[in-house]
Structures are given as structure tokens and as C-alpha cells.
């Protein structure tokens, strides 16, 4: 194997209509380029979209490189407007909101169960999935959720009585189906 091409001879026979001198300035700075993306964005899907708009922008661009600098500070340049773009782009892109259940609907998450176990929760799970689709939300919005029985019934559309009803044939099902004995509900 021959003496690797400089940059600067690359660039110049790139610009020359060398397809392959092209690819190999490309591959050389490739994973530099994609670093720089990475650490800018902060994510692997917004370094990749930079990573190929600053690629797409080094060839466009190739024509007025003029060697001023090197070509790996013309590049890392490149790349950091397009990173720059990119999150400008995703300021404007609209993010999913989850609604703060805690501030916005008085929901409080539960106290994590140090002692459960995965097939605790596992086991639960296919509990739950047993339940009546009514039997099911009520539970879960009274023991997971932590609503009190008043905003059950306004969540549900149903009378209190209709989900205190509800949450104890729910709870004596679930308590079947996980061996466990059927236990007093929590008035």
C-alpha cells in the first residue's frame, strides 16, 4: 500500500471530478464529524440527521474550500452549524406532553414497594388483565393512581357507591387470582 493522500490533495482531486478521492476525504472525517454531532445534540438521532446534513454540505461546499484552514476545522465547522440547525428544528418540532399528573390532577405516585419483586409486578399485571374493563380502571385509579372515591366516580361517570362497589369485587378478584386472601378495603 502506497502513501496516503493528504487532505488537501483529496480535496483537490475531489474537486477535479475524483468520485473516489471524494469518498475517501468523506470516510476519513466521517466518525469526527459524527462525534461532534453526537456530543452537540445530545442524541443519536439528531447527530445522524447533522451528521448527513454537514456531509451533504461538505461536498456542496468542497468547490470553496480554499484551504485557509485545515480541512478537519473547515469540516468540524460545517458540522457544527448543521448541529446547530438540527436543534433549532427540534426547538420547533413539536414535543409529546405528558400532562405533571402530579400538579395538574392531585395525582401523587405511590410509595415504591421495596420489597415487590418483577413477578410481583408481573404477577399483577396478569391480574389485572383478568378484571372486567370496569373492575380494572377502578382498582387502578384507587390503588395505583391514589384518587379518592369522589373523583373516581367523576373520572368514571358513575355514582360513589357504584365504585366502591366496583373496587371491592375488583379487589376479591385480583386477590383470586393472586392466592392471596381477600382483604378489607381501605375506607
Known amino acids: ?88 428544528r427540534r426547538r420547533r418540532r413539536p414535543e409529546p406532553v405528558l400532562p405533571d399528573l402530579d400538579r395538574d390532577a392531585g395525582w401523587s405516585a405511590p410509595e415504591p414497594d421495596v420489597g415487590a419483586t418483577v413477578t410481583d409486578r408481573l404477577a399483577v399485571d396478569a391480574a389485572l388483565a383478568q378484571l372486567p374493563a370496569e373492575f380494572r380502571a377502578a382498582v387502578v385509579l384507587r390503588d395505583v393512581c391514589r384518587l379518592d372515591y369522589a373523583e373516581i366516580a367523576e373520572v368514571l361517570d358513575i355514582p360513589p357507591g357504584t365504585v366502591r362497589s366496583r373496587i371491592a369485587r375488583g379487589r376479591a378478584v385480583l386477590a383470586r387470582h393472586l392466592g392471596e386472601p381477600a382483604g378489607a378495603d381501605d375506607r
Open 1 to 88: 500500500r502506497g502513501i496516503e493522500a493528504t487532505d488537501d490533495e483529496l480535496v483537490a482531486q475531489a474537486n477535479g471530478g475524483d468520485r473516489r478521492a471524494l469518498d475517501t476525504l468523506l470516510r476519513r472525517h466521517h466518525d469526527r464529524i459524527h462525534a461532534v454531532c453526537r456530543r452537540i445534540t445530545g442524541n443519536d438521532a439528531d447527530a445522524l440527521d447533522a451528521t448527513q446534513d454537514a456531509l451533504i454540505a461538505i461536498v456542496r461546499g468542497l468547490p470553496r474550500f480554499d484551504g485557509r484552514a485545515a480541512f478537519g476545522t473547515w469540516a468540524y465547522r460545517i458540522a457544527t452549524n448543521a448541529c446547530l440547525d438540527e436543534l433549532r
